[in-house]
């Protein structure tokens, strides 16, 4: 089973309350998310293997490490998604982009493709899906079998929320899927919606409402 990594640094916890706040206004809501983007790929990226380097300090000779060669890849799922992808990149310059563009059909909240660009050389990759919403998880397992429909093996989902049907939907439909979060909320209302939540991602982040 994948494994859920709850994100519950202090910092990432107090500015998700203000990116939950209603009175947070698009400006400040767009620098928060990309603020908890920034530290949670710190958690993304606690696990990458390392290599010894010889170094020269100013006083010596020594042997530090580096990151042994994993490359990265970061896919935002489109719109929302995006708005994370700087606050990873300011950690991690050198990973490539994606896009999968997707939207949930209101009438049966199943997700739609209609657009897919990755890297030429995405199955190389560890490829970190990014989305802020983990709600009733169809958006992110359509996009986690998009990649794997393109030969990608090596893929992470990370999200700022998630329901607990989210995560259950995710674990099921793809149990080599590891999960980031930095809160799971309470449940789903009756119109997908996670309770408390945040209100539409998207909306909120490019002021569409």
Known sequence: MGKLTICDHPLIQ?????????????????????????????????????????????????????????KLGLVPVLRAGLGMVDGILKLIPAAKVGHIGLYRDPDTLSPVEYYVNLP????????????????????????VQTLKDRGCTQIVLMCLIAAPEGVKAVQDKHPDVDIFVAAVDEKLNEHGYIVPGLGDAGDRMFGTK
């Open 14 to 70: 107090h500015k998700l309350t203000h990116i939950r706040d209603k009175q947070t206004n698009t400006k400040n809501f767009r620098e928060l998310v990309d603020e908890v983007a920034t530290m949670m790929a710190y958690e993304i990226t606690r696990n990458l293997p390392l290599e010894p380097a010889p170094v020269s300090t100013p006083v010596a000779d020594a042997v530090g490490k580096v990151i042994a060669g994993r």
């Open 120 to 143: 030429t050389d995405a199955t190389e990759r560890l490829l970190v899906v990014v989305d802020p919403m983990l709600a009733t998880g169809g958006s992110a397992c359509a996009a």
